[in-house]
Structures are given as C-alpha cells and as structure tokens.
C-alpha cells in the first residue's frame, strides 16, 4: 500500500454555534480503500462527509486529495462523485439524461456521452433501461442509477451518505455486495457512511467508529469487531455479553461464583480485588465440543431462545454466573438433537481467549 495517503484529513473541526459536531479528526484514507464511517445518529459521519464534499465548511482542520490542498474549494472544484440517501435523481430526466448530467456539464462530445452512458448503465447491471424514467424503477434500480451517475466523470473519489437505508432488507443485501463488487472492479477510493454494523463489516476494508464527533476506533472488520478498543466499540459493533466481575490475579477473574482463566493479553493490570468488566461475543460460548479438563466449564439453564432463523439466541442462566444471564448462538440442528428447550440444562465453555477484560 502506498505510504503516501490519497485522502488525508487533519484537525477537521466543526462547531454549530456552541454545539461542536466534529472534534478535531485526523484519518488518513489510502487509494483504492473502501471505507465505512459507522456510528449512532448524530455522532457526526455524516458532518464528516458533506465536509469533505465541501457542502460544509469546517470550522478548523485541512483536507489534502492526491497531494492538493481542496479544505476551501466549493464541491464543482473537488474530484468527487456521490450518492444520497434519497436517491436524487431528476424525475423529469430519462435515464440516460441522469446519467449523464455531469458529462454533459463538462460539455463532452454527444457520442462520446451515448458511449459512457451506455456502459455504466450496463455495468450497474440495467442495460437497455436508458430510455426509461425515475418513476418507472423501483428504489434500488434508481438508487443504481445514481450510483452510475456519480461514476459518469470517472471521479478518484467516492462518496455514499447512507445509500441503502431506503431500501428493504433483501435489496440492501443485494445492492451492498454490488457495491463492493464494483468498487473492486474499479479501484474507486469509497467511503460510506453507515449506521449499520452488519453492512459496515460485510463490505469495507478498513471501519472508522465515531463516538460524539470523534474517533473511537479505526481498524479492520475483523480488528473493530474482535479487538475493541473501548467499551463504546464493543457495545456498538455487534451482539456482546458484558459481565462484572473481579480480578483475581494474573490470569484470572471471578464471574459470580466460579473463578475463570482469561488469556486475552495485555487486559488484566493491577492486582486481585479491582472490579472489571469481561466482554464476551455470544460465539464463544462454546457448547460443544467440551473435553475434560477444559478450563471455564460451568452448568446452565435455558432461560429464553430466540429463534433466529437458521440459528438461535439462547439465554441461559447458572448459578456459576450468580444474577447474570448468558447469551448464546446455538444451531437449530444442535437444539434438536439435544432436545434442549426452555428449562433444559448444558454445560457451557467460555473461551479464555476471547474474554475481553475492561478496567
């Protein structure tokens, strides 16, 4: 990867009036990454984008593209294309026409537009539906069509404001995973905003995880969702059980009644006594294989499931545990075959690698 960043933001901040929404960010962003800027509403992902867009302007802070200084110029100035959340699409406009707005504005040949128009149309997967109209397409169909319009000029940079929460579950399924198929196919530096976790993991390099107008986090998928560098991460990026508990020395920690080993390095610092709490994902509680001998076994009982599909959520309580449930993935083939129902009883593993110790 190149040393030198395409993208590089320094000190970005913005402030409505006493409200300040961005709190002096610094993110270096490489050419050719796809990149996902997750958080709750309002915790300033979006300000960031339009920012960079240049439909705000930041308070303090620098922003570099390709070696040029762009924190001051207007958005026609920037090297950008960008996809809303709406769609934005011209009604009175065909296909085509939309598509090629931006090409028609830099006053491009006619033959030179039908050409272009033609083969981005095809590359977001509608060919022949040029001459249709915005009202004639369904939502991911149009919100294509934008995607083809902000590619039209061949921009180094791509943007996407939440450019799938309009639709239904399938098609966003669907469209994402076209997203990135394209993004690949291209080499387009992308950056998405999200506040959907399961998007943001299934399609971005790298997830920059914002928190009340700040970083909290920037890493890979798997980086953000097993090594979370806050309790904020970890609550926010996907399912996690969090139990209190009591350090016991190195190593180790008290869970209610059962002492536990915990191996994740660089967690447990100080000495028996100090209250922690232990972040675990609901797939590593282990219900099988369990071998003798292994370490943090304990009995429990099913207190809820979930059904989930083709999995299921499965609280489970023990006295191990003391007051605190347990949530656990758990097949639908493995309850079967137990026969384990509300009421029923396993023994459970925590895995002593994956038990997240927070101070």
Same mark, same amino acid.
């Given at each position: 990867?190149?040393?030198?960043?395409?993208?590089?933001? +320094?000190?970005?901040? !913005?402030?409505?009036?006493?409200?300040?929404?961005?709190?002096?960010?610094?993110?270096? /962003?490489?050419?050719?990454?796809?990149?996902?800027?997750?958080?709750?509403?309002?915790?300033? !992902?979006?300000?960031?984008?339009?920012?960079?867009?240049?439909?705000?302007?930041?308070?303090?802070?620098?922003?570099?593209?390709?070696?040029?200084?762009?924190?001051?110029?207007?958005?026609?100035?920037?090297?950008? &294309? /960008?996809?809303?959340?709406?769609?934005?699409?011209?009604?009175?406009?065909?296909?085509?026409?939309?598509?090629?707005?931006?090409?028609?504005?830099?006053?491009?040949? $006619?033959?030179?537009?039908?050409?272009?128009?033609?083969?981005?149309?095809?590359?977001?997967?509608? =060919?022949?539906?040029?001459?249709?109209?915005?009202?004639?397409?369904?939502?991911?169909?149009?919100? $294509?069509?934008?995607?083809?319009?902000?590619?039209?000029?061949?921009?180094?940079?791509? %943007? %996407?404001?939440?450019?799938?929460?309009?639709?239904?579950?399938?098609?966003?399924? $669907?469209?994402?995973?076209? *997203?990135?198929?394209?993004?690949?196919?291209?080499?387009?530096?992308?950056?998405?905003?999200?506040?959907?976790?399961? #998007?943001? %993991? +299934?399609?971005?390099?790298? *997830?920059?995880?914002?928190?009340?107008?700040?970083?909290?986090?920037?890493?890979? =998928?798997?980086?953000?969702?097993?090594?979370?560098?806050?309790?904020?991460?970890?609550?926010?990026?996907?399912?996690?059980?969090?139990? =209190?508990?009591?350090?016991?020395?190195?190593?180790?920690? $008290? /869970?209610?009644?059962?002492?536990?080993?915990?191996?994740?390095?660089?967690?447990?610092?100080?000495?028996?006594?100090?209250?922690?709490? *232990?972040?675990?994902? =609901?797939?590593?509680?282990?219900?099988?294989?369990?071998?003798?001998?292994?370490?943090?076994?304990?009995?429990?009982?099913?207190? !809820? /499931? #979930?059904?989930?599909?083709?999995?299921?959520?499965?609280?489970?309580?023990?006295?191990?545990? &003391?007051?605190?449930?347990?949530?656990?993935?758990?097949?639908?083939?493995?309850?079967?075959?137990?026969?384990?129902?509300?009421?029923?009883?396993?023994?459970?593993?925590? %895995?002593?690698?994956?038990?997240?110790?927070?101070?």
């Amino acid at each position: 990867m190149n040393p030198e960043p395409y993208l590089r933001l +320094s000190g970005i901040r !913005k402030e409505f009036g006493a409200f300040t929404a961005l709190q002096g960010v610094n993110l270096d /962003i490489h050419k050719g990454e796809f990149i996902c800027f997750l958080g709750p509403s309002g915790c300033g !992902k979006t300000t960031l984008l339009r920012i960079i867009a240049g439909l705000e302007v930041q308070s303090a802070g620098t922003i570099t593209q390709a070696g040029r200084d762009i924190s001051l110029l207007p958005p026609a100035g920037r090297d950008y &294309g /960008i996809v809303f959340q709406s769609y934005a699409l011209f009604p009175n406009l065909s296909v085509a026409d939309n598509v090629a707005y931006g090409l028609v504005n830099r006053r491009q040949p $006619r033959a030179q537009i039908r050409e272009r128009v033609t083969e981005l149309v095809k590359l977001v997967g509608l =060919p022949g539906s040029e001459a249709k109209y915005p009202s004639q397409l369904s939502g991911g169909q149009q919100q $294509r069509i934008a995607l083809a319009r902000a590619l039209a000029t061949a921009p180094g940079l791509l %943007l %996407l404001d939440e450019p799938l929460s309009a639709l239904d579950a399938l098609e966003r399924v $669907r469209l994402r995973q076209e *997203i990135r198929s394209l993004q690949r196919k291209l080499g387009v530096t992308t950056i998405m905003v999200t506040h959907d976790q399961e #998007e943001a %993991l +299934s399609v971005a390099d790298r *997830i920059v995880v914002m928190k009340h107008g700040a970083i909290e986090q920037v890493g890979t =998928p798997m980086d953000v969702y097993r090594d979370p560098s806050s309790l904020f991460v970890a609550d926010f990026v996907g399912r996690i059980n969090a139990l =209190p508990a009591r350090l016991e020395g190195p190593g180790r920690v $008290r /869970i209610g009644e059962q002492s536990f080993e915990c191996r994740h390095e660089g967690d447990i610092n100080g000495s028996g006594g100090h209250e922690v709490k *232990i972040y675990l994902r =609901p797939e590593d509680v282990l219900a099988r294989p369990i071998a003798a001998g292994d370490s943090n076994v304990f009995d429990a009982e099913i207190d !809820k /499931i #979930e059904f989930m599909g083709s999995f299921c959520l499965v609280r489970v309580k023990s006295a191990a545990l &003391g007051e605190h449930r347990l949530t656990v993935y758990l097949s639908l083939n493995f309850l079967a075959e137990q026969q384990l129902e509300v009421g029923g009883r396993l023994p459970l593993r925590l %895995l002593p690698e994956r038990m997240r110790v927070f101070q």
